[in-house]
């Protein structure tokens, strides 16, 4: 059959999916499938991860790409009721094979239980397909980004009208982003003529734990990832300022080039925060680029109780902070601070005749967001922040922010009271690392004591019955959390350790751990 | 006041932002705020662009923020009815001062008046925050986005199984990776040794037109701009075979390595699609990687009457395709494919301990999207296009190709007919770019006639009347138009240029053009 646009039936089934009165048919039947979901994941009904093997899942998602075309005519009436049932299903088929990051069980990755308010606003962008690149294209939504970029950057301690920032998709691509303004700034003509120079070859100085992200940046920005240097810690992780002083200090002496140091607040494996001031100084001493992945850490500065924690933070060259984290608003949302202003333009420059009108109105141009982003054509990530924001007030963020960091420091002193866990760190945030070791382990080797807690950690989340993560300290496997999910109560994490044991106990006796 | 997350108020206020019933009642809210919106859009019954200068539209995003508290105690019943009313005031207001890609007469960027429905799939992501980066934090998102990325690549021509794909948040980013990819495999141990290297400094070929994310991507790798050789092109702006076939024999003559050949399906500025069954033929004669940006037409593939334009498509080594530009979905949701499989794993290594778990059972590590793209957390971009194709199946994606493309050739035909404006190229697909010229300018310098169309356009947009966008062609000013949403009809292009005339008279009237 050949197909034509002009036949009746295509134009029907565009007009089908462009239809008000189906678009408000579908939202009202959404509104009561999403109250129904939450009610039952915030109060545990269910699992927190539905667990199926990729080719379970990816047979079912192939199944309703395939299915029959929906029999009646779009012009009929049984059409939306048709449209209806199948919006139903499909959404019902995704809320049930969904991981329920709203069950407070959920204690995993730094990835929230977001407010669902928030995903409400960025509904409206959705819907409306508001995006950014030039201002005109999407003015109201270049214009709630800037908003939101001036009030968390006052927020964290910076001036409005000195500073400035932008959102992108992503902690990888924030950090990518500042990092690649230093290379540019600190290595002349590198975005011109390459990254290629006589000399010794540049490095890039990271926490030692710093994120895959920043390290990879090495790889994707030509100066290589074996040009990562990683610099010490202290006992609790966290960049030691001493002897970042002596590697800049030697760097300097073998005539190395720095294209700069990236701290964090926090680092992702036990949720370190670097003495900033500190490392601030160090920096300026040795003329040297500061970028400081806040992702996790830098709405700390919201609570009156936990800002301590990013003092300084404002003082770095960059930095970034993930709204998707800390400030519980779906992913993505970053953001890319820089304490210069005019480093906004560093990053990228290109001519595109197309989209940057030379006619444009007075500062407009200032609100391109194509100019400083990597993407051109940029979604209103800042919707969900903004709205939600706008209804509640900044006092929501520190909330969070309180209840969450709170709560690992009272888990910790949980750990500490059992007699079967081990707490690894004191926690500085609400990530907490620790590892089980039931009296039978005792006295076995780490790395077995490690591999019992991944068999003891797949088991269980497969399980539905708690999601947690894990990782690797000093090469051994640990337990790791993320209370990121304001649900979460005491209670619940009492509850884990008990799972835990349970746990144990059904591998130990169907299979003795020391055998593995 | 001390702030404390254990005070009642911090505890009810998080509350409310978690409370099923609240997320129930705005969800239904909004259901009618976005009936009546899109009733009113596309009828055309308000502006297409709701214009306002920045300073104006960042004032009001910053008085939202600003906002007192709502006044009722979060548990009081009043609150629920007080959070509704700023909710919906908020909704109007972003709906108030957006851009109306939903009226019939936004006709600019690639940028489509996307399905609402689509967006509504994309809102339950973004509600129960689904994400991935590891197979086990989203394995329904990670099962959709891999379903997508088969059914997709097998309608270009891809056979499943054999190739391998990924889905990342926009062109620029895809492009990136697909080049990334290239040099990686190209330019060997850039990875980790960086991409200085003994001999000429390696470049990359692209076509003349192509985007500035395709360019600016020797500056973000470390090649440099100035390593960015722009193939030449033919008359109807396509990249030329032979040409290209003389080009890469100097380039090895002269021991230059190539990273890559990018080609375009098409390119931005009049929609120009490259001869690909020839351009693949030219790089595997000389062994140069192809890379190939079908942001825009990769979608044609849908179309009995418009696949044509991208035979060969699937022989080169690597192309992007986003599905938020004719695949009709809201923003962003870019495919990059690779024709051979393992070179997914080319782009980015990382070594992340608490995220890869070696205990992590068959072949769940190869569903992680982590190891393939830019993204770490990265949101649950496939879900309105699964969606939208559930639904309505693959063939409304050929009738939106259909529909629009046809209509960008009808209007190159009223365009011929007017005696005042002039069709710069035969369009190739929905693109299309031309000039008025009454007759008081016909005998005026390019350059005037560039500026003069400028100046409509500028004034057009502002008035809410139309959306067209602009563009420079061998440096003189033109109007530019995307019809890339299917509303349009032949009348709406009929009276764009009613309105062209009617501007460009109230210009003269007021300033006359010659005197500019």
Redesign the interface.
């Given at each position: 059959m050949?197909?034509?646009?002009?036949t009746s039936v295509?134009?029907d089934?565009?007009a089908?999916?462009?239809s008000?009165?189906?678009?408000?048919r579908?939202?009202?039947q959404?509104?009561?499938q999403?109250?129904?979901?939450?009610?039952m994941v915030?109060r545990s009904n269910g699992n927190v991860?539905?667990?199926?093997?990729?080719?379970v899942?990816?047979a079912?998602?192939?199944q309703?790409?395939e299915?029959e075309?929906?029999e009646a005519d779009p012009t009929h009436p049984d059409f939306a009721e048709q449209?209806g049932q199948?919006?139903a299903s499909?959404?019902q088929t995704?809320?049930d094979?969904?991981?329920?990051?709203?069950d407070p069980r959920y204690i995993?990755?730094?990835?929230?239980?977001?407010?669902?308010?928030a995903?409400?606003?960025?509904?409206?962008?959705?819907?409306?397909?508001?995006?950014m690149?030039i201002?005109?294209?999407?003015?109201?939504a270049?214009?709630?980004e800037?908003?939101?970029v001036?009030?968390v950057g006052e927020q964290i301690g910076l001036t409005r009208g000195e500073f400035a920032g932008l959102i992108t998709?992503?902690?990888?691509?924030a950090n990518?982003t500042g990092l690649?303004t230093a290379r540019?700034v600190r290595l002349a003509q590198?975005?011109?003529?390459?990254?290629?120079?006589p000399g010794r070859?540049p490095v890039l100085v990271v926490h030692a734990d710093a994120?895959?992200?920043i390290?990879?940046s090495a790889?994707?920005?030509?100066?290589?990832?074996?040009?990562v240097i990683r610099a010490p810690l202290d006992e609790r992780r966290r960049m030691e300022p001493r002897q970042l002083d002596q590697l800049l200090t030697d760097l300097r002496n073998a005539s190395t080039p720095v294209v700069a140091v990236a701290a964090c607040a926090c680092a992702?494996?036990i949720g370190a925060f670097d003495p900033l001031p500190d490392i601030v100084e160090v920096c300026r001493k040795h003329d040297v680029w500061l970028h400081v992945d806040a992702a996790h850490g830098g709405a700390a500065a919201f609570?009156?109780?936990y800002r301590h924690l990013v003092a300084g933070l404002a003082d770095a060259d960059s930095f970034i902070c993930?709204a998707?984290k800390m400030m519980?608003v779906?992913?993505?949302c970053a953001f890319v601070f820089y304490r210069n202003p005019s480093h906004r333009f560093e990053a990228?420059?290109?001519?595109?005749?197309?989209?940057f009108?030379?006619?444009?109105?007075?500062?407009?141009a200032?609100?391109d967001s194509g100019l400083t982003t990597?993407?051109?054509?940029?979604?209103a990530a800042a919707?969900?922040l903004?709205?939600?924001?706008?209804?509640?007030?900044?006092?929501?963020f520190?909330?969070?922010v309180?209840?969450t960091f709170?709560l690992g420091r009272r888990f910790a002193e949980i750990l500490h009271e059992a007699h079967d866990f081990e707490c690894l760190y004191e926690p500085q945030c609400n990530i907490v690392v620790f590892r089980y070791i039931p009296d039978e382990l005792r006295n076995s080797p780490p790395q077995q004591v490690g591999e019992f807690n991944?068999?003891i950690?797949?088991r269980l989340?497969e399980s539905g019955e708690f999601y947690i993560?894990?990782?690797?300290i000093n090469g051994i496997g640990a337990l790791?959390i993320t209370i990121i999910n304001?649900?979460t109560t005491e209670d619940h994490l009492r509850g884990l350790l008990d799972a835990i044991r349970q746990t144990a106990r059904d591998i130990s006796s169907s299979r003795p751990p020391l055998a593995d």
């Open positions: 050949i197909t034509q646009a002009s295509a134009r089934r565009i089908a999916a462009y008000p009165d189906l678009i408000g579908l939202a009202h959404l509104a009561d999403l109250k129904s979901h939450f009610q915030m991860l539905n667990w199926n093997v990729p080719a899942n990816l079912c998602a192939h309703h790409l299915q075309q929906i449209v199948r919006f499909l959404v995704i809320l094979r969904s991981h329920n990051l709203h995993g990755h730094q990835v929230p239980a977001s407010s669902p308010l995903a409400l606003f960025d509904a409206v962008g959705s819907a409306t397909n508001q995006v690149a201002y005109e294209m999407g003015p109201w270049s214009a709630v800037r908003s939101v001036e009030a998709h992503g902690g990888s691509l990518l690649l540019n590198s975005w011109e003529s390459g990254v290629a120079r070859p994120h895959y992200g390290t990879r790889g994707i920005l030509g100066i290589g990832t074996q040009q992702t494996p609570s009156d109780r993930d998707h519980f779906p992913a993505l990228f420059r290109q001519d595109a005749p197309y989209l009108d030379p006619t444009t109105p007075g500062d407009t200032d609100f990597i993407e051109c054509t940029k979604r919707y969900g903004w709205g939600l924001w706008s209804l509640f007030g900044r006092q929501l520190a909330d969070l309180d209840t709170d991944r068999r950690r797949r989340i993560v894990q990782t690797n790791r304001p649900l």
